[in-house]
């Protein structure tokens, strides 16, 4: 993004009063009935302002995370599972969601956890609608049949203590993965629920002004 704070903090518009990235798509969760607990995993130097960040959400426990996503995600698991206890991991839900996905709606969220409750592991995805090809030094050089292809959003749904296992299985087999889906996938089948084509993820400075022109329709990060 070229900023000089993590993307996670920047507004979702101009604004210096509109919300962060990172108070969208934690409130969201929070405001959701179906949610107990918030686990952001925050990057240790930075801890101290994501707690000014989210000030005020009693749903919310911050976690230091790891040197990558992977292990961030792996100890926000540990410090969500000392809270629930080993008695009911099994029997506990848990969604991993990425910050910069700043405009999930409710109803992902509950595609999301209807699919665990259904299947045990789902991915929130949309079919990719565009032409694929493979390209080399700016010359297509062949074509990829879309038929099947999925692009994987988040949030992503668990059992908690299948999650947390897979993700142990992770370390000490030394995998890495682009995602949770792909962590528990070497353990058991995950499956894809609807996600959102407006489910965004906030990668380069353009995608804020997509996030400030979708919020302006409309609050659709919850009310």
């Known amino acids: 993004m070229g900023a000089d704070v993590p993307k996670v903090f920047l507004r979702l518009s101009g604004a210096s009063d509109s919300p962060s990235i990172i108070q969208a798509s934690v409130d969201v969760f929070a405001r959701d009935s179906r949610c107990d ?5 925050a990057h240790p130097e930075w801890r101290s302002r994501f707690e000014s960040e989210l000030e005020g959400h009693s749903k919310v426990l911050i976690a230091n995370g790891g040197k990558t996503r992977q292990e961030s995600v792996q ?8 809270v629930v206890g080993a ?19 409710s109803e992902v969220i509950g595609r999301v956890v209807e699919g665990v409750s259904d299947h045990g592991a789902v ?11 493979k390209v080399k030094d700016n010359v297509v050089s ?17 059992w908690l203590e299948e999650l947390r296992s897979a993700h ?8 890495i ?27 380069h400075p353009a995608d804020l002004e997509v996030v400030a022109r979708i919020s302006s329709k409309g609050d659709v990060y919850g009310s």
């Open 37 to 41: 607990r918030v686990v952001v995993c």
């Open 168 to 175: 142990y299985a992770a370390k000490v087999d030394g995998f």
């Open 123 to 133: 991915t929130a995805a949309v079919p990719v609608p565009d032409t694929l090809s």
């Open 75 to 82: 100890l926000g698991v540990e410090a969500l599972y000392q």
């Open 177 to 203: 993965a682009l995602d949770d889906a792909s962590v528990v996938a070497r353990l058991r089948e995950v499956r894809v629920v609807e996600g959102d084509r407006l489910n965004i993820k906030v990668t």
């Open 142 to 158: 062949s074509f990829v049949d879309r038929e099947g292809i999925w692009a994987i959003q988040t949030p992503q749904g668990f």
């Open 87 to 105: 008695a009911n991991a099994a029997a506990t839900c848990v969604l991993v969601h990425d910050a910069a996905r700043c405009c999930l709606s």
